[in-house]
Nanobody, 123 residues
């Protein structure tokens, strides 16, 4: 079963930083694109950022541009999301996802999902 695994969530004060990690799952052809999504209580899942595994192209949601950085370490089979200057509205469960398609912000383009890791930002 292909399922990426996230870690690194936690509680942080507004203005602080966290780094999420996602260990990729399955062969490379099952994950040319990897991304982060988040979902707050009562809200729909929303795109955060995505990266191409081989070429390192990136895509960001406007709400996180300049604050979040997505990266990957091919040797460690791991994707990261460095989150700086966190805001209360960043509070959500963050999900790692893998796509067999091209770089996209659409959740429907992603085939495999992790279980999520909770990020809570206090004021």
């Amino acid at each position: 079963q292909v399922q990426p695994v996230e870690s690194g969530g936690g509680l942080v004060q507004a203005g602080g930083s966290l780094r999420l990690s996602c260990i990729a799952s399955g062969p490379i052809f099952s994950r040319p694109i990897m991304g982060w999504f988040r979902q707050a209580p009562g809200k729909e899942r929303e795109f955060v950022a995505a990266i191409s595994w081989m070429g390192s192209r990136t895509l960001y949601a406007d709400s996180v541009k300049g604050r979040f950085t997505i990266s990957r370490d091919k040797a460690k089979n791991t994707m990261y999301l460095q989150m700086n200057n966190l805001k209360v509205e960043d509070t959500a469960s963050y999900y790692c996802a893998q796509s067999r398609r091209s770089l996209s912000s659409m959740a429907s383009a992603y085939d495999y999902w992790g279980q999520g890791t909770q990020v809570t930002v206090s004021s």
